[in-house]
């Protein structure tokens, strides 16, 4: 029996007799990342980076010289999974700064969700030069976009094989690992008082993005539905939707017409957004 089996079978027994017990420790696990290790292919950008630490013990992977691009990796993700992304730019003649999210790489913290990302990001604007663009993929993504509702300033932003509500996701995890209905709705609400903020406020439908924005997703995406980005390209009037046939999840991030994509949109506005403490 496989891990998710078990799992699976736990939470279908335990999650009718005791359905918040459950909710709480799917919780947990929703919520507290794996340290996972760069691949081979990650090393050698690894190494040509400058490690910065910013405000509260965030740390930031710095490469290049010029106009400010922050970029937010996606959940268990690492910065250099920007690779090819990240060369093109610095080639290009820009500064990029990686972040390590909370409880990601060497940033502090035990759990990690798309409301601290998304403050994160707030946060690591506040000391860097002002901002030309922002990139985010999958959780990454969906930061960047709520981070622009609290205030976050950049001229163009890159949303990468994003999720379009945070409710989906919960569902969807709840159905992976077999919570019934009332622990399921359990561990929804025990993830929103968590968040802090109420989940239907968490939907892009709902956001106002008035900035210049890519939109990329690949059509066999397993982890997050292409249909999410239709969703995020309706609600964002300035918006360029790049769909890609293939490129699931991760290997979206190398494709070079996403990379042609980013850097044609960069070019289209070279002056950088202030930021404010």
Known sequence: M???SWIRRVNGTVGRLAPQTIANQMRRAFMTPRDLPPRDWELPLLAQAERVTLRFGLSALRWGQGPAVLMMHGWEGRPTQFASLID?????????????????????????????????????????????????????????????QLGLRTNVLVSIAAPSRLLDVLRGFAGVVGMPARARAAFIQEVEYSLGIPLKHLDVAHYQMNIPGLIVHAEDDTF????????????????????????????????????????????????????TA
């Open 2 to 4: 496989s891990t998710l």
């Open 88 to 148: 093109a730019l610095v080639g290009a003649g820009y500064s990029v700064i990686a972040l390590d999210g909370p409880a990601h790489g060497r940033s502090p913290g035990r759990e990690a969700h798309v409301v601290l990302f998304a403050r994160a990001m707030l946060e690591a604007a506040a000391e860097l030069p002002p901002l030309h663009a922002v990139v985010g993929h999958s959780m990454g993504g969906a930061s960047a976009m709520l981070a622009i």
């Open 224 to 275: 997050v539905p292409v249909k999410a980005s239709q969703m995020i390209h309706e609600a964002w009037f300035d918006s360029r939707l790049l769909r890609l046939e293939q490129g699931g999840h991760q290997k979206v991030l190398a494709d070079p017409r996403v990379v042609e994509g980013v850097l044609a949109l960069l070019a289209g506005c070279r002056e950088p957004a202030r930021q």
